[in-house]
């Protein structure tokens, strides 16, 4: 099982969505478990360690807002998540194209850049630019 923020050989911008959407669907299963307790008069677990206890003395408003505010810190999260993902795809496809000394117009960008920079390539000049004047997007080198 690959957990998210792992480095992976084989980057995948789909296994981190996956990922978020199984953390939304926990953040609103606690959600609607606390409020369950809060409008049952139920008591939360104030026990050393339980997460609950932040929620005693709060009102479903609060509890509500507070559940909001995790699920933006989680949608926050995600999309780095998948913008360091899909460099890393970029990043990958650009080193395999340089290595198979491919001759195709964009591999010969990507050659000359190589050539230039070295091990110091930067994404928008010495990918996302070529692959702009290419008509080519991240689908492409994959």
């Known amino acids: 099982m690959t957990h998210s923020f792992e480095p992976r050989e084989d980057p995948d911008v789909d296994s981190v969505w996956r990922w978020f959407e199984f953390q939304l669907d926990l953040i609103r299963g606690e959600q609607e ?12 677990d104030a026990g050393p360690g339980a997460h609950e206890s932040r929620f005693i003395g709060l009102g479903p ?6 559940f909001v505010e995790q699920a933006s810190s989680l ?6 998540e998948l913008l360091a993902t899909a460099e890393a ?3 990958i496809e650009f080193g395999a ?7 195709d117009d ?3 960008r990507f050659q000359a850049a190589y050539k230039l920079r070295g091990e110091k390539i930067r994404l928008d000049e010495d990918i996302l630019a070529p ?5 080519r997007g991240l689908q492409d080198c994959r």
């Open 131 to 135: 692959l702009k004047r290419g008509g």
């Open 61 to 66: 408003r609060e509890v509500e807002e507070l």
């Open 106 to 108: 964009l591999s010969r």
């Open 89 to 91: 795809i970029l990043r």
């Open 33 to 44: 478990r606390i409020l369950r307790i809060l409008a049952s008069g139920g008591e939360m």
């Open 75 to 80: 949608k926050l999260l995600t999309m780095f």
């Open 97 to 103: 194209r340089v290595k198979a000394r491919r001759k």
